[in-house]
């Protein structure tokens, strides 16, 4: 398990928090990992570079905190372009001096650092890296983002609840003025039932349909179910389904009923629908059918 030590500011770390505390601007530019270790005689301190460098991180994001003048910054690093395996010992973080450009920042090494494995084996590693650099001065510092890096948990968080808390209640519209888009009013509950959001911003309820009688019309809502079997029944204006009967032809001392008239067979396409409910040829002779000449 990694034991990572407090950062260290460089001697050209300490030049440039100076600067930034007398009112200098600073950008912080990246993150090293490296796998070296301190050879005899040397600190910290002293480091214009990773001893072993191995991986470059872009900063992922930065945040500030005017209360105690820290930024944090985080890092997101990975496998996937590790070519040989690695004990992470050194994280490194580098800024742009005013004056002399590029330099290493700050620097932090582990007592006992994890082993990175080579990108292609079975371990595939993912870490998300935050430091937190105090100054007097935060407002100075600004971070070179990627924004094409990874995205940390922490920055999808922050995104996620900044989004949210700009977003406002929608208005509804009037008679007079347009609704404003927004977050939709919240149903109470036990509504949760053939309601509707209306352009007014409320929860209104849909009303089943109610049909109309002999003296009362009806109002338009949801229409009743149909029992299983009425498959080909039709919804009639009273509210209920009825069932869809065939013509009843009239007789010589019965009227008909309305209905479907029947199925004409094949090869009647010439026949006509007679009041009995039969489809009948045209007889000409018991029609008594005469020819007329007009002059």
Known sequence: MSNWGKPVLT????????KVDAGSRMQLTKCMLGSGTLSSGQSLENLTGLITPVQTLSIASISYSENNGACVITAVTDNSNVSTGYYLREFGIFARDPNDGEILYAVAQDANPDYIPPSGTSAVVSQEIGVALSFSNVANVTAQVNTSAIATVTYVNNYVTSAVADLKDMTGATAARPGVHGLVPAPAA??????FLQADGTWAVVPDLTGATTYAAGAGGLVPAPAAGNNTRYLRSDGTWASITAMS?????????????PAPAAGSSIRYLCADGTWKEVDLDSAKTKLVKYY
């Open 11 to 18: 001697k050209q770390g300490l030049k440039l928090q100076a």
């Open 190 to 195: 036990g509504a949760t039932k053939n309601r």
């Open 249 to 261: 032809g009239a007789t010589a001392t019965v009227n008909g009923a309305a209905g479907l008239v």
